[in-house]
């Protein structure tokens, strides 16, 4: 079998039409909505001051990386057609998640900022936080199911993939809320215990995960197992193994462990997080740079 694959390796060949406008576009999305999911939900269960981590994930979508995609698009006004077919099209139904989060994260949050609007203190202001979670929760999953529906492409052909990618973006929502921390001198210290828990467990999660996935793909069509290799041993291993395993996970994990097991004081906890989540966000992006950049189509015949 493997002197099958190797005969017709040359028939394989790198897709470059997801290059990295996209991962960045992805990576963006996942870090705002996730951001924007987590501090509306701790908030409510553990007093998380929540407006201005908020207010950031929406930037983050709708500046970052709804700009990223018009550019991507090359003219603007296509973005607006992408909208045109929610029925059947992952691409439509993420931009209809986009739009929606942005204008119910919108009125949301500006209920927050300024007291005065009518919503800001009735059940309003609950419905506009609940549609625009939902909303948030359907950015982060589109993604993935963007590349499974792809069928040209085995390596994405799993339907772990859109499960990874919202794990991915919960991870940059807690790294985004772990960089803020620093600018919070009130932050409690049962807060910041509950947070690295949350952390920890989501790395743990993303490694399991992720060996599952690989595993899988590496005994899956010559395609997938192509594609596993460059991830391992090939042009972008460094990039995976370095950046994305090394750096994005374990290190954060190594340092989520350490500020918990020792008891380390609020202000240097939140420093250390906050270094932490910087890394994370780097290895977050750099998963899924490679996740895109290293796929390979299988050859039509």
Do not use: H
Request: aromatic share 12%; hydrophobic share 60%.
């Amino acid at each position: 079998m493997k002197e099958q694959v190797e005969e017709f390796v040359i028939d394989f060949t790198s897709q470059k039409e997801w290059g990295g406008l996209i991962a960045v576009a992805f990576f963006l999305a996942g870090v705002g909505s996730g951001a924007f999911f987590l501090a509306m939900l701790l908030e409510q269960v553990a007093g998380l001051a929540s407006r201005g981590i908020a207010t950031l994930g929406l930037l983050i979508v709708a500046l970052g990386a709804g700009g990223t995609f018009v550019l991507d698009l090359g003219r603007s006004f296509r973005f607006w057609r992408a909208l045109s077919n929610p029925v059947s099209s992952w691409i439509s139904r993420g931009v209809t998640f986009i739009v929606t989060f942005v204008v119910f994260g919108v009125l949301a949050v500006s209920g927050r900022w300024i007291q005065t609007l009518p919503w800001s203190d009735n059940a309003g202001a609950g419905v506009f936080q609940i549609i625009a979670m939902v909303a948030a929760f359907g950015v982060m999953v589109y993604s993935g199911f963007v590349l499974v529906n792809n069928p040209g492409i085995a390596f994405w052909n799993n339907a772990l993939l859109p499960v990874l990618f919202v794990l991915y973006s919960f991870m940059g929502g807690v790294a985004i809320i772990f960089i803020t921390l620093p600018a919070q001198p009130n932050a409690k210290a049962s807060l910041l215990k509950m947070l690295e828990t949350i952390e920890i467990w989501l790395i743990v999660f993303a490694i399991i995960l992720l060996g599952i996935y690989l595993l899988a793909m590496s005994t899956s069509t010559a395609g997938a197992r192509l594609t596993v290799r460059g991830l391992l041993r090939g042009r972008y291993s460094l990039y995976f193994l370095g950046g994305g395993i090394g750096i994005g996970l374990l290190v954060p994990l190594a340092v989520a462990l350490y500020v918990l097991v020792n008891g380390v004081d609020v202000y240097s906890a939140s420093i250390a997080l906050g270094i932490a989540g910087v890394l994370e966000l780097l290895g977050g992006f750099l998963i899924r740079y490679c996740f895109l950049r290293a796929a390979m189509y299988s050859p039509l015949l």
